[in-house]
C-alpha cells in the first residue's frame, strides 16, 4: 500500500532551526511533484513549499522564501524541507503531499492534491 510519513517536527524559539522529512512508500514510480504544506490552529490548508521531481525545481509560498529550502532524493522517494529562521507564525501542524498531476507544481490547491501524510507539529516560541 503507498503511504507518505512525515517526520521532525517539534518545537523551537524564534530564530531557530528544524528539519522535516517525508518518506514515501509502496510507490512504483515517484510523483510528479511532492508538497509541503501547512495548517496553523483555526486556518485552511495552505501550501509552502513543492518540488517538481522531474528535475527537481522547487516553488515556495512568499512567507517562507529565503529560510526554508526543499530537495529531494530521488532513489528513495524522500523529500526535505529545512526551516531557518524560524517565526512563531510558523507554528502550524505540517502535512507531505504527494500528486501526478501535469499542473502540480502550479496548483497548490489542496483538493487536487491525491496523496497525504499524516502530518508532523511544528511549534515556534517567541
Known amino acids: 500500500a503507498q503511504a507518505i510519513v512525515e517526520s521532525g517536527g517539534g518545537s523551537v524559539q524564534a530564530g531557530g532551526s528544524l528539519r522535516l522529512s517525508c518518506a514515501a512508500s509502496g510507490y512504483t514510480r515517484s510523483r510528479r511533484c511532492m508538497g509541503w504544506f501547512r495548517q496553523a490552529p483555526g486556518k485552511g490548508r495552505e501550501g509552502v513549499a513543492v518540488?517538481?521531481?522531474?528535475?527537481?525545481?522547487?516553488y515556495y509560498a512568499d512567507s517562507v522564501k529565503g529560510r526554508f529550502t526543499a530537495a529531494q532524493i530521488e532513489a528513495n522517494y524522500t523529500v526535505y524541507l529545512q526551516m531557518n529562521s524560524l517565526k512563531p507564525e510558523d507554528t502550524a501542524m505540517y502535512y507531505c503531499?504527494?500528486?501526478?498531476?501535469?499542473?502540480?507544481?502550479?496548483?497548490?490547491?489542496?483538493?487536487?492534491?491525491?496523496?497525504w501524510g499524516q502530518g508532523t507539529q511544528v511549534s515556534v516560541s517567541s
Open positions: 503531499a504527494a500528486e501526478d498531476r501535469y499542473d502540480c507544481y502550479l496548483n497548490w490547491n489542496v483538493l487536487s492534491w491525491g496523496d
Open positions: 518540488i517538481h521531481t522531474r528535475g527537481g525545481s522547487t
